[in-house]
C-alpha cells in the first residue's frame, strides 16, 4: 500500500481525569459514574446523538433483566436507564412487573421498549445534571501512546484537529476503535444482512386510536432481516466486518435499496417510514481480547472478580458474571473498555454485549477509572474488593444467588430480534 509521512503539531485542547470514547448506553454509563466518583470526565461522540445502538441504531428494547422466574438479576444503572427510557415516554413493561414486585415465579420477563428521542433526550439532560462534559459531531481518532499508556486522544471535528489530555481512557465506541488503534489485541467479528427500520401505516395509526396506546405506532420495515443466527441472510452473501471504511459505506449503499425494493410497490399514501438506523446494525464488529475472553461456558460460574452478575436473554434460568477481567488487558495501564467491545466469543460476546450489561460493564468501567486515578495504580491492579462494594453500594448485584440455579434444561425463550 502507498503510504505518506507527516507529522503535525496540535492544540491540546483540554485535560481531563476520564475521557469516554463513544456515548452509546455504555459510554454514557461509565461517564455518569467517573463523574460521580468526583472526576472531570468528558464524553466524546461522533453523532449528535447518544444512546448509540439502542438509539440511532434504532434497538430500543431492554431484553430481560430478570431470571425468567420473577426475580431481577441486573439492577444498579441498569435499573436506572431502563426507568429512565420509559420516564417520559411509552412502555411495554410487562403487567406483572408494572409495579416492580411480580408475583413468585411469574414466566414473564422483565423488559421494555422505549420511545427513542424521548430515552435520547433524557441522556443529555442526565449528562448535563451529572456534571459530565460532552463533544458531540466530534471523531475519537487516535491514542496518543507512550509505551501502554494513553495520554490522550486526537479528535476530528468542525474546529479541526485536536488533543485532548486524560489520566484514564475508556473505550465505548462499540467497535474498539481507540483499543485497536492502542495496540490492545482485539477479536474481529462478521455480521449477518440486517437493516431494520420503522414505519407506520393505516393500520398501526388506527390501532392506536383503538386502544389509546401510542407504543402501537409504529411497524417494522427492512432491508435485510437476518437475526443473531444469521436466519434470513441470503445464502452465499457475503458478512459484514463493520471496520472498514468500504465494508460500511456497502452495507449501507445495499440495505437502502433493499429497503426501497422492499417497499417500492406498495400503496404511497398507506404508509411511510419514519425512522432509518443512522448506525450500521452490526452486532459484532471488534472487541477487546481481554485478560479475560467471556464464552456461554461460563455459565453459572462465580468470578472473584465479578463486576455484575446477568441473565441470558434468550434462555430462562441460565445465570453469569461478568468478570472485571473482560474489560482489561495488562500491559496497557490506563485504558479500559465496557459494552460491546468487552472481551467475548462466540454467544459469550453476544451475552455482554446487550443494553443491560453494557450499562453494567460501563458503571463498572467508570468507577474503575476512577479508583485507578485515585490509587495510582494500573487499572487492571486495583482493588477489585472496593470496586465490589461501590458496586453493590449502586444496587449491582455482583454475585448471583445459587438458590436461583435449576440444574437440568433451561427453557429456550424468543424475546424477537437481538
Ligand atoms: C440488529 C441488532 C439487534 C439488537 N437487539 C437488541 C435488543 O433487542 N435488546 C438489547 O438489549 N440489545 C440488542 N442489541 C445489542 C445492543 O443494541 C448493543 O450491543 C448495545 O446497545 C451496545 O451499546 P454500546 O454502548 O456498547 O455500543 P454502541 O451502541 O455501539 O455505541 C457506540 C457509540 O460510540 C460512537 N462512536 C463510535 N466510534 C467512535 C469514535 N471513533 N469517536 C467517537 N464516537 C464514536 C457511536 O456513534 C455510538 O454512539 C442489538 C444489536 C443489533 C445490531
Same mark, same amino acid.
Given at each position: ?66 431470571? /425468567?422466574?420473577?426475580?431481577? *438479576? ?45 430515552? #435520547? ?28 499508556? @494513553? ?14 489530555? @486524560? ?119 471488534? @472487541? ?19 463486576? /455484575? ?25 490506563? *485504558?479500559?473498555?465496557?459494552?460491546? @467491545? ?33 490509587? /495510582?495504580?494500573?487499572?487492571?491492579? #486495583? ?13 449491582? *448485584? ?21
Amino acid at each position: 500500500m502507498e503510504t505518506y509521512k507527516f507529522t503535525e503539531e496540535v492544540a491540546v485542547a483540554g485535560s481531563y481525569d476520564v475521557i469516554v470514547a463513544g456515548g452509546g448506553v455504555a459510554g454514557v454509563a461509565a461517564a455518569v459514574s467517573a463523574s460521580r466518583m468526583g472526576k472531570k470526565a468528558l464524553l466524546i461522540e461522533k453523532t449528535i446523538t447518544l444512546g448509540g445502538l439502542a438509539t440511532i441504531g434504532l434497538i430500543n428494547f431492554f431484553v430481560p433483566m430478570c431470571n /425468567g422466574r420473577g426475580t431481577k *438479576i441486573i439492577k444498579g444503572m441498569a435499573q436506572e436507564f431502563f426507568d429512565l427510557s420509559i420516564k417520559y415516554g411509552f412502555d411495554t413493561v410487562p403487567s406483572d412487573w408494572k409495579d416492580g414486585n411480580p408475583p413468585a415465579d411469574t414466566k414473564q420477563r422483565y423488559v421494555t421498549k422505549f420511545s427513542i428521542p424521548i430515552f #435520547i433526550v433524557a441522556l443529555t439532560e442526565l449528562l448535563k445534571n451529572e456534571g459530565v462534559d460532552i463533544l458531540f459531531d466530534t471523531v475519537v481518532s487516535k491514542p496518543v501512546m507512550e509505551g501502554g499508556v @494513553c495520554r490522550g486522544v486526537i479528535v476530528e471535528n468542525k474546529t479541526g484537529r485536536e488533543m485532548y489530555l @486524560c489520566k484514564m481512557i475508556v473505550d465505548t465506541t462499540g467497535d474498539a476503535d481507540v483499543l485497536y488503534r492502542a495496540g490492545v489485541p482485539t477479536i474481529q467479528g462478521t455480521n449477518f444482512q440486517t437493516f431494520l427500520a420503522k414505519g407506520v401505516t393505516l393500520e398501526t395509526c388506527e390501532e392506536v386510536v383503538k386502544t389509546g396506546d401510542i407504543a402501537k405506532l409504529t411497524c417494522g420495515y427492512d432491508g435485510g432481516f437476518a437475526n443473531l443466527y444469521g436466519k434470513n441472510h441470503p445464502e452465499g452473501h457475503r458478512f459484514w466486518k463493520g471496520t472498514d471504511a468500504h465494508d460500511v459505506t456497502d452495507y449501507v449503499v445495499e440495505s437502502h435499496i433493499n429497503l426501497l425494493n422492499n417497499i417500492r410497490n406498495d400503496d404511497r399514501k398507506t404508509r411511510d417510514i419514519i425512522q432509518l438506523p443512522t448506525m450500521p446494525q452490526f452486532r459484532t464488529t471488534r @472487541c477487546i481480547e481481554g485478560d479475560y475472553v467471556f464464552t456461554q461456558e461460563d455459565v453459572y460460574k462465580h468470578f472473584d472478580d465479578s463486576v /455484575g452478575a446477568i441473565c441470558d436473554f434468550e434462555r430462562k434460568n441460565y445465570l453469569y458474571e461478568v468478570p472485571f477481567g473482560t474489560l482489561v488487558r495488562k500491559g496497557f495501564p490506563n *485504558i479500559i473498555t465496557a459494552g460491546r @467491545c468487552a472481551s467475548g466469543k462466540g454467544y459469550g460476546w453476544d451475552l455482554l454485549r446487550v443494553i443491560p450489561p453494557a450499562i453494567i460493564t460501563g458503571q463498572a468501567a467508570g468507577i474503575a477509572a476512577s479508583m485507578a486515578i485515585d490509587s /495510582g495504580k494500573a487499572i487492571y491492579d #486495583i482493588d477489585i474488593k472496593s470496586l465490589q462494594k461501590t458496586l453493590e453500594e449502586q444496587d449491582v *448485584i455482583i454475585h448471583f444467588d445459587d438458590s436461583l440455579v435449576i440444574p437440568g434444561e433451561a427453557e429456550k425463550v424468543d424475546v424477537g430480534h437481538i
